[in-house]
């Protein structure tokens, strides 16, 4: 990613998964998990607004806001 207003880039270090041991799981299960660490970096790098972590991931805020849903992550 390119810088965003004044939010630092993000890089594939701050996208570490938790080791599984070295087993595989589903892709799904593993795409699910690092699209969630992605979000919740954007978030973080944009101080919560929700808005700009949209913005910032080049997604639809109703995408965004779909996925916040989907891990009950609306408050």
């Given at each position: 990613?390119?810088?965003?207003a004044?939010v630092?880039?993000?890089?594939s270090e701050d996208?570490?998964?938790?080791?599984h041991?070295?087993?595989?799981?589903p892709?799904?299960?593993?795409?699910?998990k690092?699209?969630?660490?992605?979000?919740?970096?954007?978030?973080q790098l944009?101080?919560?607004n929700?808005?700009?972590a949209?913005?910032?991931?080049?997604?639809s805020?109703?995408?965004?806001?779909e996925?916040l849903?989907e891990?009950g992550?609306?408050s």
């Amino acid at each position: 990613f390119r810088k965003h207003a004044n939010v630092a880039a993000l890089n594939s270090e701050d996208f570490v998964l938790p080791n599984h041991q070295g087993e595989m799981i589903p892709l799904g299960t593993y795409i699910d998990k690092a699209e969630r660490a992605y979000i919740e970096k954007a978030i973080q790098l944009t101080g919560g607004n929700r808005s700009r972590a949209a913005s910032l991931l080049k997604i639809s805020k109703s995408s965004f806001y779909e996925r916040l849903r989907e891990w009950g992550m609306m408050s």
